[in-house]
């Protein structure tokens, strides 16, 4: 809070309490409207403990007019109170779903960012996977196409290899071929002069000059096999060394011819014997080339071989080059995708830190959100307090309403739903609406319980008001509705069910823990219990020994008379009051007093009670270290519901028993409209059960009323008369509550 809110609230508390301090003085003013003149102001707990535990103080006891203004003027303040609880009610609610709002669309947020969070990432492993995959049959490619290259490489050098070989080899064929070329041709020319010096020998001559032609051919088409050869660029190392022999035995043969032709000139024979012998190195010779020709054509094949072995190479480097080219391109997508790995590691990060500041973003949420509820609470607990107050202060009869929820044997008809409970800040959880022929009736209470409330929630409502019992009060707490609407269900509950448990139980319960925790201060009490029944405006006591004589009407003996003394205390004769000091013991008596209850069957209940009950425990206490005496009442009473007689179908003993009830409550009803009215005369002897309860409707107790009302739309009529009977008696001003309370005396 500020410093302008904490002297803003000072200057509202100061405006409250400023009269009640003029109050005080000796020549005081009357009290004065200033707090009205101010907007916008606030209480601390302070002030409304302040305010609440503020004293009266007046200069005459018998000054009745000032009291009465004093009293107007404190009951002012005390609104200006309310009021701006129920503002600060209303801006907590408004906040309250502002951080509601906030807290949902946080949590929406998040979870979207989450699920957002969680397909990215399912992704990125889908696609990392994807590449992991790609990468590892990438890398076999490459190590399978870098062995391919490395053999590919390999062959290659070896081939080039092989062909500077030959190519080598090929030079020195063709200047050997050159220098066989020169021989020849000298060769010739001396068979030429060989034949012109000798004339005989022409025909010898003649054949060598055809031999010296054959040579030149076979010479020629040696030539164009090594052009060929030149061509092809094959290999002819292996050859090389046979031509050298032919080279070598034609040399042989030339050396040979010439000697021949040396001694031709002496002897004719010899050079006859030499014709022969060279006829028969020609036919050597010819073997010899076509032996050639079969190498130069198996050359000739292998140069061919070499050259598809070259195609193959130049393929395979450019099917190297291909793959390098395809390896550089997968290189070039894995640092694509190790850099969106990167982009996505670096939003997965930013999302988990904007998903860790939702985080811490819900949290603040959460505790602002916690702390406006228990405002809320603490706010709502204040405005009870002050609301119970005011109305003690007036001195109405509070009002409860309970809606029981549809049972399996109930029909809603057609009419859809007839009860709804408003959602506005004024209403919400006082407030209730019927509908009825296209008309909606509303109502407000001191508190509205939808049919989902427990046990619990109702009892949690009125265990200030029976706590009251024990401070010295005189409390009244009674159930009023139709036949089959819950009136004894919540009063009793459902026996064996710990948890359905009703208010009479859990009313004792609360008392004697309460009577163990006072101990500790110094208090003792005695409590005793009477219960009884109206039924036909007869009295029976449920508890008493001789269970057939108090059935029976007017029977000689005991005779119940209510009778009211000088300070307001209701007594019956000749009723059993037994003396309680556990819960145990007076569970065994309502269990006994459950058993004697008159109950019958009718059309709209299946156990309908047909009587009304009263539960009434005596408390006295006292204080040993302060001598301090109080005397307190706790009256819980079940009544009997009212049921229209073309409904029940009661005829006979139902009959007699639906007219007395009726009767009763019609009583009780006119006693109502009288102290609504605050006529003079209120008839509070026209039934014993009004009678009874004449402490309660118009003395100085604190009486509250809880209306049960069945959600059936065939009982819409019945529920419309319980609320408007309910709304009259919370209107009206029974006195205020006054506590019996006087010190020990000792003789």
């Not at 009723?575 to 019958?600: F, M, P, Q």
């Amino acid at each position: 809070m500020t410093n302008n809110s904490s002297r803003a609230r000072q200057q509202a508390f100061s405006i409250v309490n400023g009269s009640s301090g003029r109050e005080s003085t000796a020549n005081s003013e009357p009290a004065s409207n200033a707090g009205s003149e101010y907007g916008a102001m606030e209480f601390t707990r302070e002030d409304v403990e302040a305010l609440l535990n503020e004293k009266m103080r007046y200069k005459s006891k018998f000054n009745y007019k000032e009291r009465c203004e004093n009293m107007i003027d404190y009951i002012k303040r005390l609104r200006l109170c309310v009021r701006w609880f129920q503002e600060l009610e209303g801006d907590y609610a408004f906040e309250l779903e502002k951080l509601r709002h906030a807290f949902d669309l946080a949590e929406h947020r998040c979870i979207e960012i989450e699920v957002q969070f969680k397909n990215k990432e399912e992704e990125l492993n889908l696609i990392i996977v994807e590449l992991r995959k790609s990468i590892s049959s990438l890398e076999e490619k490459l190590t399978k196409e870098e062995s391919e290259k490395l053999a590919a490489i390999d062959s290659l050098s070896k081939e080039k290899e092989a062909r500077v070989s030959a190519e080598s080899s090929q030079a020195s064929l063709s200047e050997l071929l050159g220098k066989t070329q020169t021989e020849l041709q000298s060769a010739n020319q001396k068979i030429t002069s060989v034949n012109d010096m000798y004339k005989l020998l022409q025909e010898y001559n003649s054949s060598l000059q055809l031999y010296n032609g054959k040579l030149q051919a076979e010479v020629d088409s040696n030539k164009d096999g090594i052009k060929r050869i030149e061509e092809e660029k094959t290999v002819l190392m292996e050859n090389l060394s046979n031509l050298r022999g032919l080279h070598k035995s034609m040399q042989d043969q030339l050396d040979y011819s010439r000697s021949s032709q040396d001694e031709a000139q002496k002897q004719k024979d010899a050079l006859m014997h030499d014709v022969a012998s060279l006829k028969l190195e020609l036919q050597q010779v010819r073997g010899d080339r076509e032996h050639q020709l079969t190498k130069i054509e198996s050359l000739t094949e292998e140069m061919a071989k070499y050259k598809e072995m070259a195609k193959t190479s130049e393929e395979l480097e450019e099917k190297c080059l291909s793959q390098s080219n395809q390896i550089r391109t997968l290189q070039d997508q894995l640092k694509a995708a190790e850099n969106k790995l990167q982009v996505s590691d670096l939003s997965a990060l930013e999302t988990r830190t904007e998903f860790k500041d939702q985080k811490i973003l819900i949290f603040e949420l959460q505790n602002r959100l916690e702390d406006a509820e228990y405002k809320l609470i603490e706010g709502e607990n204040l405005r009870k307090k002050l609301h119970n107050t005011i109305l003690e202060l007036k001195g109405n009869i509070r009002v409860f309403c309970r809606v029981r929820p549809f049972l399996p044997d109930d029909s809603n008809g057609s009419d859809g739903k007839v009860i709804t409970f408003p959602t506005s800040t004024e209403s919400l959880g006082r407030g209730i609406d019927l509908a009825q022929n296209g008309q909606k009736h509303g109502f407000t209470f001191d508190k509205v319980f939808v049919p989902e409330a427990s046990q619990e929630d109702v009892f949690v409502e009125i265990s200030q008001l029976v706590q009251s019992a024990l401070d010295g009060y005189k409390v009244c707490i009674f159930a009023y509705g139709q036949t089959g609407s819950g009136k004894t269900y919540t009063m009793m509950g459902r026996p064996g069910l710990p948890d359905e448990k009703g208010l009479i139980p859990r009313s004792l319960e609360q008392i004697f823990k309460a009577k163990q925790s006072l101990q500790l201060q110094g208090w003792k009490y005695e409590m005793h219990v009477s219960m009884l029944e109206i039924y036909n405006e007869t009295i029976r006591d449920l508890l008493s020994t001789n269970r057939d004589s108090s059935r029976i009407e007017n029977s000689p003996g005991k005779q119940y008379v209510i009778k009211h003394d000088a300070n307001g205390n209701t007594h019956v004769s000749d009723l059993t009051i037994v003396d309680v000091r556990s819960t145990r013991e007076v569970s065994y008596l309502l269990d006994l007093a459950a058993r004697s209850r008159s109950v019958g069957k009718t059309q709209m209940n299946e156990h309908s009670s047909r009587s009304h009950f009263v539960f009434t425990m005596r408390i006295s206490g006292v204080n040993e270290s302060t001598d301090q005496q109080v005397q307190g009442v706790l009256n819980l009473i079940d009544l009997a519901g009212s049921e229209r007689l073309s409904k029940s179908g009661s005829v006979g003993d139902r009959l007699k028993e639906t007219q007395a009830i009726n009767k009763s409550l019609s009583s009780l009803s006119d006693v109502i409209f009288s102290l609504a009215k605050k006529e003079d005369h209120v008839p509070f002897r026209n039934s014993k059960l009004t009678y009874l309860l004449q402490p309660c409707l118009g003395g100085d107790s604190k009486t509250l009323m809880v209306v049960n009302i069945s959600p059936e739309s065939s009982s819409l009529g019945e529920s419309l008369c319980s609320l408007r009977f309910a709304s009259r008696v919370n209107a009206c001003e029974i006195g205020t509550p006054r506590r019996q309370t006087n010190m020990r005396s000792f003789v």
